[in-house]
Structures are given as C-alpha cells and as structure tokens.
C-alpha cells in the first residue's frame, strides 16, 4: 500500500499533489516502480521519453554534453522531483541525461497519464508549468553566474545550495556524496580549479572534509565569499 501514490507523502512535494483520488488511483495503477544503482543511467541525452520519473529516494544528476564533450550538470534532482516532464510535454527527445548519484528507487509515470490529466485538470497543469518555470529560473541563474561570478563564488554558491537542500549525515557533512569531478561541472570549471579552490577553503577552515564528504565550517564566510565581500 505504501507505494500506491494514494497514500504517498512523496507526491506532496511535486504536481501530484494536486490530483484527486481517482486521479491519482489510476496512475498508480500503471506506474512501474524502479530501483537504480548508483552510477546507473536513468536516461540519456537524446532518448524519447515514454513517461516521467518520479523519485521516491536517492539523488540524480541532470547534466548536458557540450561540443567539446564535456559535461554540464544543471541540476541535481532529490525524493519528490519529477524529471522528464519537459520532454514529454514538448513531444521532443530529452536534451539531458539523468545518471543516479546514489541507489535510488524511482516510479515511473506512462506519458499517457500525465497528458490525460493536463488536459482535465486546471491545477495540475498551472502546478507542472510552476516547477518547469522554476527550473528555467534556476538555469538562467546559473548562466548569469558562469559568466559574471569566479570559480570560487561559484564553488561557494554550490556548496551552499547543496548544504542547503540536502539532509545533513549524522557528523553533519552535506548528505549528497558528489566528485570533485561533478563539483566541479555543476561550477563549470575545470576540476583542477575545483580542487584549488576546495582546498583553499579548507585552509582557511570554511569547510572541512574526509574523502569525498563535505561539511560547511564557517556559513558567514562562505556568504561573504558569494557575494564577494
């Protein structure tokens, strides 16, 4: 019963939340429920979408090849986003790829579903356009700070936002384990530039870290350092 979308606490952090009981009952109806390994592909860039990805638990990287081939992660996706929804509603090929950060349990909604409901439920449609908004908010503010921001403003900025949105460990590290290679392409930096400035900041004791873990040391000094005091 736990994974009938009825009784789900997850849909109250995304569109479903709008959707009524019958609604809701016959997507879970034929929804398939998926669990991926860390490192596992969701989707890549390219593919046409039968559906969209519902995440009950684990975190996504959203990332786009460049022409050079490098990668760009622009989002990174935690329990309750749906992801995929852009294209299925532009009836495009996806222009990201979605690879799990960590072992991540997932449902996924048949196309068919969501179009039935955007064309029959007012709300549903204005709550689905509400997050596509909010993610072209967030992806025209990421390239405003690629072009006007340092490396480590920008190190700093990401740090932030993941301390931020992501449970905190048990020794208080940011919950998201990330590389310095997907630090690094969240930034847009080389992972060279990453290390220096991630080290710098240890230095002066604004984070502290043990492997891959990070924690934030100082808050005020990583603001200062965001807004370039």
């Keep these: 019963m736990g994974n009938r979308c009825e009784n789900c606490i997850v849909r109250q952090l995304n569109s479903l939340k709008v959707l009524g009981k019958e609604e809701l009952k016959a997507i879970s109806d034929h929804k398939i429920t998926r669990k991926f ?3 596992e592909s969701l989707f890549s860039e390219g593919e046409k979408l039968n ?3 519902c995440v009950r638990s684990g975190v996504t990287k959203l990332s786009k090849i460049s022409e050079n081939g490098k990668g760009q992660i622009v989002k990174i996706a935690s329990k309750g986003e749906m992801i995929g929804q852009r294209s299925i509603i532009s009836e495009e090929q996806t222009n990201l790829s979605a690879v799990a950060l960590d072992d991540m349990e997932v449902c996924f909604i048949p196309k068919e579903h969501i179009m039935k409901n ?3 439920n007012v ?3 204005k709550t689905l356009l509400k997050h596509m908004a909010n993610d072209l908010k967030h992806a025209d503010t990421l390239i405003v700070n690629m072009a006007q921001k340092t490396v ?3 190190v700093a900025e990401t740090l932030s936002y993941l301390d931020t949105n992501f449970e905190r460990d048990l020794d208080g590290f ?5 590389t310095r290679e997907d630090i690094a392409n969240l930034v847009g930096t080389a992972k060279e530039a990453c290390i220096r400035t991630l080290t710098s900041l240890r230095k002066d004791n604004i984070i502290s870290t043990q492997g891959k873990r990070i924690k934030i040391e100082d808050k005020k000094a990583l603001y200062n350092i965001i807004q370039g005091i």
Aim: aromatic fraction near 10%.
């Design 37 to 39: 390994k860390k490192g």
């Design 51 to 53: 559906g969209i990805f």
């Design 118 to 120: 955007l064309s029959s």
């Design 123 to 125: 709300e549903f449609t």
């Design 152 to 154: 480590k403003q920008r």
């Design 174 to 178: 940011i919950g998201v384990i990330l």
